[in-house]
């Protein structure tokens, strides 16, 4: 079984701190020098790259080594789509998240 939120969590963070537009598409780039750029760890950046690769958002060819996908390549380039993924898990999953919590408490 899947969880959302184990599949939501990389999308979050590669549109929040914006972890597809740092290296350009067709080049490749180490989980250090994202590290480096996007000011998280490097142990952070593997985990959230390493999940994002197994949703094909990027790929990794070689151990420790990124490169773009065309999911990737779109958020990088196309400002429409990186909206939607950020509103989605920033808003919308967030507010999913407290539904449960709101009936209990005003019930009726």
């Given amino acids: 079984m899947s969880l959302?939120?184990?599949?939501?969590?990389?999308?979050?963070?590669?549109v929040?701190?914006?972890?597809?537009?740092?290296?350009?598409?067709g080049s490749e780039t180490?989980?250090?020098?994202?590290?480096?750029?996007?000011?998280?760890?490097?142990?952070?950046i593997r985990q959230i790259l390493r999940l994002a690769t197994l949703q094909h958002i990027f790929s990794e060819?070689?151990?420790?080594?990124?490169?773009?996908?065309?999911?990737?390549?779109?958020?990088?380039?196309d400002r429409a789509p990186s909206d939607w993924v950020g509103a989605s898990v920033d808003d919308l999953w967030q507010a999913a998240s407290q539904t449960c919590d709101a009936m209990v408490k005003y019930p009726g």
Avoid: D, K, W, Y
Wanted: hydrophobic residues 40%; glycine residues 4%.
């Fill in 4 to 14: 959302p939120h184990n599949e939501l969590l990389p999308r979050q963070a590669i």
């Fill in 61 to 77: 060819p070689r151990p420790s080594v990124i490169t773009h996908t065309s999911v990737s390549r779109l958020l990088a380039e």
């Fill in 30 to 44: 180490s989980f250090a020098q994202m590290a480096r750029v996007s000011g998280l760890r490097e142990a952070n």
């Fill in 16 to 25: 929040r701190v914006g972890l597809a537009r740092p290296f350009p598409v």
